[in-house]
């Protein structure tokens, strides 16, 4: 008799918690209450928003410029395009690393020296915004002959660079690859926020860009490229000076947080729970069994 109502109880348990669950998980909102959440083809999830009531800091506004062809997002703060915007999610399927922060894909002009035809800026600077160039999914490329090009940090002050020869028969053998022969590239530092490119030797039309490394994997750079308008790069975000939370609004929300290897906070889901951890009511579970029901489980 007891059996039987515990086992009437934990049915009526199951069945209404699968309910519930079923409901919230259709259409989890990624934005503020009456926020678009979308500008064409990019999910804009909070503290990014479109609107004064929408985002978290003037940092994270988005401008979506609407044509009749197409809608583009822009980042104001950093005067780039945005293509992806992405929170930080450890325990997905389509991580590098345990340790990203969240990630936005941009579109970043080539930067070019002074005696090509359409001379460039000499770089980015991206200081007292949260946004840095992603160490693990970048590499910095120059192209020309005889280029010494160096990129430097402000903080911390780096130096990287690479150099290019144009006279060694052996590296032309291994053209496309860019290694070496007109073309090199090297890794992008921890924790870069500016991009200042020096082109040594400016007799001729030098090139230098940052790109996604998985973009640059599958685009040949010995022609065509110096006409595209931008590459793709990939910043990391992050919410240090932005994001305060309690104590029990952690627990609430069912996040966790971590910090970059440069020292910025993020903030992600707790394992077993997904959503937005920025955004009430913070993030949720996956189908899993309440508490109260495995201890029922248990007693029968
Ligand atoms: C959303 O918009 C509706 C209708 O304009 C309004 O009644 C409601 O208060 C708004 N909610 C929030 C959270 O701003
Ligand atoms: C929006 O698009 C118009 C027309 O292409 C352009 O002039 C303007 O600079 C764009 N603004 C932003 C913020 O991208
Ligand atoms: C963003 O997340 C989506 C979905 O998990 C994934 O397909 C995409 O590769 C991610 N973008 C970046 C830049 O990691
Ligand atoms: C790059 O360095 C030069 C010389 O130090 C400086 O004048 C210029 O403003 C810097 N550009 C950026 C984007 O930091
Ligand atoms: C790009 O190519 C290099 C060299 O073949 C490889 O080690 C790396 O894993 C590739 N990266 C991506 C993101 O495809
Ligand atoms: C220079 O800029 C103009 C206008 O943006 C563009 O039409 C042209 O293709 C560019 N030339 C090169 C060599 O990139």
């Known amino acids: 008799m007891a059996v039987q109502f515990v086992m009437q109880i934990a049915f009526f348990l199951l069945l209404t918690y699968g309910l519930v669950e079923e409901a919230s998980a259709s259409s989890p909102a990624i934005a503020q209450p009456n926020c678009t959440d979308k500008c064409g083809n990019v999910k804009i999830p909070y503290p990014f928003?479109?609107?004064?009531?929408c985002y978290m800091a003037k940092r994270f506004?988005?401008?979506?410029?609407?044509?009749?062809?197409?809608?583009?997002?822009?980042?104001?703060?950093?005067?780039?395009?945005?293509?992806?915007i992405n929170i930080s999610d450890p325990y997905g399927t389509n991580t590098y690393s345990y340790y990203e922060p969240g990630l936005i894909r941009v579109k970043m002009p080539i930067i070019s020296s002074s005696s090509c035809i359409n001379q460039s800026s000499d770089g980015v600077d991206f200081s007292g915004t949260p946004y840095f160039f992603s160490s693990y999914?970048?590499?910095?490329?120059?192209?020309?002959?005889?280029?010494?090009?160096?990129m430097t940090g402000l903080d911390p002050m780096v130096v990287v660079g690479c150099k290019t020869d144009c006279n060694n028969q052996k590296l032309k053998d291994k053209q496309g690859t860019c290694s070496g022969f007109n073309c090199c590239q090297t890794t992008v530092?921890?924790?870069?926020?500016?991009?200042?490119?020096?082109?040594?030797?400016?007799?001729?039309?030098?090139?230098?860009?940052?790109?996604?490394?998985?973009?640059?994997n599958k685009t040949d750079l010995s022609n065509g490229f110096l006409y595209l308008d931008y590459v793709p790069v990939v910043?990391?975000?992050?919410?240090?000076?932005?994001?305060?939370?309690?104590?029990?609004?952690?627990?609430?929300?069912?996040?966790?947080?971590?910090?970059?290897?440069?020292?910025?906070?993020?903030?992600?889901?707790?394992?077993g729970y997904e959503g937005n951890p920025y955004l009430l009511p913070g993030c949720q579970g996956k189908l899993q069994l309440p508490t109260p029901l495995i201890f029922l489980y248990a007693y029968i």
Not at 61 to 84: D, H, Q, R, Y
Not at 137 to 150: A, I, M
Not at 250 to 269: E, M, N, P, Q, V
């Open 61 to 84: 506004e988005i401008v979506c410029n609407k044509t009749n062809f197409a809608a583009k997002a822009f980042l104001p703060s950093i005067g780039m395009e945005v293509m992806e």
């Open 49 to 53: 928003g479109i609107g004064p009531n």
């Open 137 to 150: 999914r970048n590499k910095f490329v120059s192209v020309g002959c005889d280029n010494l090009v160096t």
């Open 235 to 271: 910043l990391e975000w992050t919410a240090s000076y932005f994001t305060a939370f309690d104590f029990n609004e952690i627990r609430a929300r069912h996040l966790d947080w971590d910090y970059t290897s440069y020292g910025a906070k993020y903030f992600y889901c707790l394992y």
């Open 189 to 216: 530092p921890y924790g870069i926020q500016v991009l200042n490119v020096t082109f040594v030797n400016t007799h001729s039309c030098k090139h230098a860009f940052l790109a996604e490394t998985q973009w640059l």
